[in-house]
């Protein structure tokens, strides 16, 4: 069964710095995966969608990186802000899945200090 | 354009009670979702459809019916509601289904059954 492991859990970090969350996947059979943020008490907003094709997508201070065959991705933050603080979940569409499933991880939940 | 709108925003329902949560979208997307997120379980998918007049079971169908309504409407019904169906409930939407294409995600209805 396909699996989804965020680490850390939660995270701490003082504003301005740079940073890396990681996503791994235990089954490199995967069309592709999905960056998402979630604010407490709110619904989830897609940050990057990067193809099974694809190493890497760039949005503003967002990066995130896939290596399929490693199981890994990445997602780097730069000049961390409070407006950062947020849990962060990675999701990956696999092949022969339902179409659209997505599988999540558990999220990282992410505080930055002013 | 609203995007995803769900309600009600939060419900509380006895063992037993029925509810319908209604979800709409103003997008013009041919795919619709459900999913329940619960700690320490992630988002898991209930059901979706593909597009207008098909529905198709996911990753957690029992105790949960679907329709779609139209192509911006996809309810979800409890005929009888367990707390075990104590969630947050999110609506999501892509312009097709598949691999390839975003999930936009609503704001979530938070239901509790005593």
């Known amino acids: 069964k396909q699996e989804v492991t965020q680490i850390p859990a939660a995270l701490s970090v003082p504003e301005g710095e740079n940073l890396v969350l990681n996503c791994s996947f235990t089954?490199?059979?995967?069309?592709?995966l999905q960056w998402f943020r979630q604010d407490p008490g709110k619904g989830l907003t897609s940050l990057l969608l990067?193809?099974?094709?694809?190493r890497e997508q760039t949005s503003g201070r967002l990066n995130a990186s896939l290596d399929k065959s490693s199981g890994r991705s990445t997602l780097y933050i730069a000049a961390s802000q409070p407006g950062d603080s947020a849990t962060y979940l990675c999701?990956?569409?696999?092949?022969?899945?339902?179409?659209?499933?997505?599988?999540f991880g558990k999220g990282t939940k992410l505080s930055v200090k002013p | 354009n609203a995007g995803v709108t769900q309600t009600p925003k939060f419900q509380v329902l006895k063992t037993g009670q029925s509810m319908t949560l209604q979800c709409a979208q103003d997008?013009?997307?041919?795919?619709m979702y459900w999913y329940r997120q619960d700690p320490g379980m992630g988002l898991r998918l209930i059901y979706y459809?593909?597009?207008?007049?098909?529905?198709d079971k996911g990753e957690v169908p029992n105790g949960y019916n679907v329709s779609r309504l139209n192509k911006r409407e996809f309810s979800l019904r409890l005929e009888s509601a367990a707390p075990s169906q104590t969630s947050v409930y999110f609506c999501?939407?892509?312009?097709?289904?598949?691999?390839?294409?975003?999930?936009?995600f609503g704001p979530g209805t938070r239901l509790t059954v005593t």
């Open positions: 999501a939407s892509s312009p097709l289904a598949g691999a390839t294409y975003e999930q936009y």
């Open positions: 089954d490199s059979a995967i069309y592709n």
């Open positions: 990067i193809q099974s094709s694809q």
């Open positions: 999701a990956i569409t696999k092949y022969g899945g339902s179409q659209g499933n997505l599988i």
């Open positions: 997008m013009n997307h041919n795919s």
């Open positions: 459809s593909a597009s207008e007049g098909t529905t």
